[in-house]
């Protein structure tokens, strides 16, 4: 039996997502083939799989730490909001409905057979599988039907480790009331726990520990302390724009309206690591800057929503205003079909059939369509001809005079579209940025001075090793190890090794 082990959290935006992609590179580099999992996922920012489909970020991230390809099989099943309260069902990387919260509780447990089917068929590719939980298990009112957490965990037979974020504080409460406010059957599969996020002298938690260690009658697996490196890794919950940083060493100024449905935000990743650029992300009720060399709209889940925050935002005027003054402009994606003359929705793709008015910046036309494009490419950029790679991941076909002026030649067609003044640019493609050539190439048209020794994968694949060996520090590998083994035992007691006294 394939070893496993599902990491749980107190809470949402604990670290569950980077503990696991930590444990994946941390067990890969000890040559045992590894594997992530998430049974069910909410995000925007998904990544196309080799197979054809899409998970959520955090799983892609987790697959690189493992050495691996992602695959439709490590998120079964991706939840896409699309307003507050309907979200697009993506069921083993196809989209397959939009349901709206009260809708997708009452008709979940159809999905549960796709999802363990998808896990069984993962674990017979791995020694080790590492599943991370979504929310928190303490949130009672969802357990009949669940799916994200102890439901999978129950029916899959997998061992749970509980992760509390110390730095949001309550760590010991959040820890010790999980335990008491969850199902006694639901608890037994608890075997340890760890905190994250301690800053400070480590040694001052030593009684917090000891007291956790009795109030559970579980062993701590580590207090692990922050790790300073996780913002260079790519987010996948749009909280983390809430807290990201803004660079403001570099002299080129590229502003990013933050929309209310922003999805695949990490296309925005690399150019945040480049020590010449500033890369500002701007909330709403803010103006977008009139000293901004760049306007980067970013990819959205919801277009014509997001169209229509744009306005409500004045941020449409602004960006007119942007382009008079000479200022440059590239759309991604949704952002790509906002600058168009208008956005057509003949069968209520995104809410009711509808025609609204775009941005009118390229002389284009977008229609959506049900069929989503999701694959990856091998692209050339039309303007400095470098060659680079990327994935589309999106609804619609767009047509109109400026795509006679594409962003890029995609395999002998032609993707995006360019303003007869060079000013206004759009493209499909995603994940461009990464490529070390075009990023330069591209940040130089606009003057940018770049860093040429910043090779953004190798970056990545640093700080995933950084983390494994952050990890291997604090946690206790081991212990890990000897519980996931025990994956497939229905009826798991706790952990029996001793506690301090």
């Known amino acids: 039996m394939t070893a496993a082990l599902m990491v749980q959290g107190t809470g949402s935006d604990v670290g569950k997502s980077l503990i696991v992609a930590g444990l994946c590179r941390a067990c890969f580099r000890r040559g045992m083939a590894v594997r992530p999992f998430k049974p069910?996922?909410?995000?925007?920012?998904?990544?196309v799989t080799v197979d054809g489909g899409e998970i959520g970020r955090a799983q892609a991230?987790?697959?690189?730490?493992c050495g691996v390809d992602p695959v439709c099989d490590m998120n079964p099943l991706l939840l896409k909001p699309e307003t507050d309260r309907g979200a697009q069902v993506i069921v083993r990387g196809q989209r397959t409905a939009t349901l709206d919260a009260r809708s997708f509780m009452a008709e979940r447990d159809r999905f549960f057979?796709?999802?363990?089917a998808s896990f069984e068929a993962l674990r017979d590719t791995a020694d080790l599988v590492f599943v991370e939980g979504a929310g928190s298990p303490a949130e009672i009112n969802l357990r009949d039907g669940d799916i994200a957490n102890m439901g999978f965990a129950h029916a899959a037979g997998?061992?749970?480790l509980l992760l509390g974020d110390i730095h949001r504080g309550g760590v010991i409460a959040s820890l010790v009331g999980t335990l008491n406010v969850i199902a006694q059957e639901d608890a037994e599969l608890i075997r340890a726990f760890a905190v994250n996020n301690f800053r400070g002298d480590i040694s001052l938690f030593d009684e917090g520990v000891r007291y956790l260690e009795e109030a559970t009658a579980r062993p701590c697996a580590g207090v692990v302390p922050h790790f300073a490196n996780a913002s260079k890794l790519p987010a996948e919950d749009a909280v983390a724009l809430e807290r990201a940083v803004p660079r403001d060493d570099g002299p080129l100024v590229i502003a990013v309206p933050r929309l209310s449905r922003i999805a695949n935000f990490d296309d925005l990743d690399p150019l945040r690591l480049e020590s010449g650029v500033s890369v500002r992300f701007i909330a709403p009720g803010e103006p977008l800057p009139a000293d901004a060399d760049l306007v980067l709209l970013p990819g959205s889940k919801s277009t014509i929503g997001d169209l229509r925050d744009m306005r409500a935002q004045g941020w449409d005027i602004d960006l007119k205003a942007?382009?008079?003054r000479g200022g440059r402009v590239l759309g991604i994606c949704g952002g790509y079909q906002m600058l168009g003359r208008a956005i057509h929705d003949p069968q209520g793709l995104e809410g009711f059939p509808e025609t609204v008015e775009g941005l009118a910046l390229l002389d284009i036309e977008t229609t959506l369509e049900p069929v989503k494009n999701l694959q990856h490419v091998s692209a050339v950029h039309a303007i400095s001809g470098v060659a680079f790679k990327g994935y589309e991941m999106h609804l619609g076909v767009t047509h109109g005079g400026d795509c006679a002026r594409p962003f890029a030649d995609v395999g002998g067609r032609a993707d995006g579209a360019r303003s007869t003044s060079g000013l206004v640019e759009g493209t499909y493609l995603h994940g461009m940025f990464t490529a070390d050539g075009f990023r330069r190439a591209y940040l130089a048209s606009l003057g940018a001075a770049t860093d040429d020794e910043l090779g953004y994968t190798a970056a990545i694949d640093e700080?995933?090793?950084d983390l494994a060996r952050h990890l291997e520090t604090h946690m206790d590998i081991a212990l890990?190890?000897?519980?996931?083994?025990?994956?497939g035992n229905r009826t798991m007691k706790t952990a029996t090794r001793e506690v301090a006294e």
Do not use: C, F, K
Request: glycine content about 0%; hydrophobic content about 55%.
């Open 40 to 47: 069910q996922n909410m995000s925007n920012n998904a990544a």
């Open 61 to 65: 991230l987790q697959a690189l730490a």
């Open 113 to 116: 057979p796709q999802v363990l």
């Open 158 to 160: 997998v061992p749970v």
């Open 322 to 324: 942007h382009v008079r």
């Open 463 to 465: 700080t995933l090793d």
């Open 480 to 487: 890990l190890l000897e519980i996931a083994a025990t994956a």
